[in-house]
């Protein structure tokens, strides 16, 4: 796992984008895992820009939402398909036919899960799995005690959650749903690579616990300690609890891999 730290959430969604961008531009028919919330939001505005911009192209580029609330039909505000819609698939030039989210409506949710999970296997497994960072140490919706070798599966969401959420739905969390499907722990673990990005002052006790906290599935985020292949991308905000920031600042400035993004540091 590699921390990278930057100023400002403007840096850090920019940082996350341009990997997205590269990761693309190496293998135009890449496997992409997405994620929503309200960081992503800015990651999603940079790639709509350097679509447009700078010709970054998604045509056969494949995507795998983590996550959607069960009961929600597409065309739902506050539903994970609507969300990606609006802020990524209509702004840029991918097949919708390319681009997969779980069906909360599905009558048969266990066949769902499993259809999904078949479906990321057809496609060659995920190559990058962009993460976000839930108030409880989630990473999609796998809430405390997600087992970390779990799969794919339909997941009762805490209170903390629906809390967090609860802006998407007029700020009422009596008017979250109660219940996702969610790749699992371990469907998460088998991406190529994974990409956690972490802003904001609130989020700074998780993320220590998520990063240099023992691996538990207290905080589901810990798992990702043993991904052979994790970067965290983070603003100096969310970074403030971390033991180790000098070490991290210096792989970060010191790690040719990393030359090409100093500029954002
Ligand atoms: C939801 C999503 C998570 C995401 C989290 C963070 O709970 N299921 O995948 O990481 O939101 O949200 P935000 O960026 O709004 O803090």
């Not at 100023?7 to 028919?29: C, G, H, S, V, W």
């Not at 939001?41 to 940079?46: I, L, N, P, S, T």
């Not at 997600?146 to 629906?162: F, G, I, N």
């Not at 969310?238 to 100093?262: H, K, S």
Request: glycine share 8%.
């Amino acid at each position: 796992m590699q921390v990278l730290i930057v100023p400002t959430e403007q840096n850090a969604t920019l940082f996350a984008a341009r990997i997205i961008a590269q990761e693309l531009r190496a293998k135009p028919d890449l496997v992409l895992g997405l994620a929503t919330g309200r960081t992503m939001e800015q990651v999603y505005d940079h790639l709509v820009r350097l679509h447009r911009e700078e010709g970054l192209d998604f045509s056969r580029c494949r995507t795998f939402n983590l996550d959607e609330y069960i009961g929600l039909a597409a065309s739902h505000e506050g539903s994970y398909r609507f969300y990606m819609r609006s802020k990524l698939f209509d702004h840029v030039n991918i097949d919708p036919a390319n681009t997969h989210i779980p069906d909360g409506t599905a009558p048969d949710l266990k066949a769902e899960c499993r259809r999904y999970e078949a479906l990321i296997r057809e496609a060659g497994g995920i190559d990058l799995q962009l993460l976000g960072l839930g108030s409880d140490g989630h990473i999609g919706f796998n809430e405390p005690l997600s087992a970390l070798r779990s799969r794919t599966r339909d997941k009762v969401l805490t209170e903390a959650t629906l809390r967090q959420n609860a802006p998407m739905f007029g700020g009422d969390p009596a008017r979250v749903p109660r219940r996702a499907i969610t790749m699992g722990v371990g469907t998460i673990l088998d991406s190529r690579r994974c990409l956690m990005l972490v802003t904001g002052h609130p989020k700074a006790p998780i993320l220590a616990r998520a990063v240099e906290g023992p691996i538990t599935a207290m905080v589901t985020a810990s798992a990702l300690q043993l991904h052979p292949c994790c970067d965290v991308v983070v603003d100096e905000a969310a970074a403030a609890g971390l033991q180790e920031i000098a070490y991290y600042r210096w792989v970060f400035a010191n790690e040719p891999e990393w030359a090409e993004f100093r500029d954002l540091a």
